[in-house]
């Protein structure tokens, strides 16, 4: 971490909405919805309440890996524009105070967990928050271009987690479920990457469109896209999908097979013509492909359980 000025607002004292601004709500309510997918769609069953307590100390710790990025990176935050108002580069909150919240947070979310479920899925917990907070965070992101593919292990594991909550296992389909997220984070972030790059060479983060250029990037979108696809197919191998998830998959992954194609075809002058907007709306699509293949699964999950469908 390079030293970096950070001016406090004496007039401002640090609230709720300061601390929870720490906790990368945006980012948190993915690590909500997958686990709490994952949790569904596991055999057997768990009590409503642990259930319920489970996805909060998920929540809570996903938010205190959070905080402890925040508290490592802020400055880089301080001279990116879409993270220069956050609360520490903007005064709100000072480094030692985001450091604190972040270590007390992980320290409780994994030992409820634990007390909550099983070792597995506290295991587990700890293992999110120590990847995203020191390998990808406080290594692999100023290391390598490669920072979003390996670091993207961390938001991929939350649906495991659900999953280990109620089974205390890793198997075959939270394993697949792990690689559907696994696979989507590279496109998704590069794609934002392709028309937010000046702001990752100003914080001198070595993202790929930085290190190797955007024609690089858009190859690598249109690769990690057909691996995507191929494990969103694998997820038929195991007992979770059925025909809600068949028409997503189909859906969802021709449409973003399309969408790379397009990214891959076009050149930079047509792209900064236009202001990026193939490269915007395939990140919006992104948005959409992990929430849609996860409502499919918990459909087909509630529809086997009516008797309705089964596996393939």
Request: charged share 15%; hydrophobic share 55%; with cysteine.
């Amino acid at each position: 971490m390079t030293d970096a000025t950070i001016v406090l607002d004496d007039n401002h004292e640090a609230g709720f909405g300061d601390y929870f601004a720490l906790l990368k709500p945006r980012v948190m309510s993915l690590v909500v919805f997958t686990a709490f997918a994952g949790l569904i769609v596991a055999p057997g069953g768990i009590h409503p309440f642990l259930g319920f307590f489970a996805i909060l100390c998920i929540a809570i710790g996903g938010g205190a890996s959070g905080a402890l990025n925040m508290w490592y990176d802020s400055d880089i935050d301080m001279v990116m524009k879409r993270t220069k108002s956050r609360p520490i580069p903007s005064g709100k909150v000072t480094r030692g105070e985001a450091l604190g919240f972040g270590l007390t947070l992980s320290a409780f979310s994994v030992v409820m967990l634990y007390l909550a479920t099983n070792w597995v899925a506290a295991a587990l917990l700890a293992f999110t928050i120590f990847f995203y907070a020191v390998v990808y965070t406080m290594w692999l992101k100023r290391a390598t271009p490669q920072n979003i593919v390996i670091g993207g292990a961390s938001g991929a594991l939350p649906p495991m987690i659900g999953w280990a909550a109620v089974t205390g296992d890793i198997t075959l389909s939270s394993v697949l479920m792990f690689m559907l997220i696994f696979m989507w984070t590279p496109p998704h972030f590069w794609s934002l990457a392709l028309f937010m790059n000046a702001d990752y060479d100003k914080a001198k983060v070595p993202m790929l469109t930085v290190t190797h250029g955007k024609r690089s990037t858009r190859n690598h979108i249109l690769v990690y896209t057909i691996l995507l696809a191929g494990f969103a197919a694998a997820m038929f191998a195991t007992p979770l999908a059925g025909w809600s998830y068949l028409v997503v998959a189909v859906v969802m992954n021709a449409a973003f097979l399309r969408g790379a194609v397009v990214l891959w075809r076009r050149n930079e002058e047509e792209a900064e013509a236009d202001n990026y907007k193939a490269e915007r709306a395939f990140f919006k699509l992104s948005l959409a492909y992990t929430f849609l293949h996860f409502m499919a699964l918990m459909a087909d999950k509630a529809l086997f359980a009516y008797g309705i469908g089964g596996p393939f």
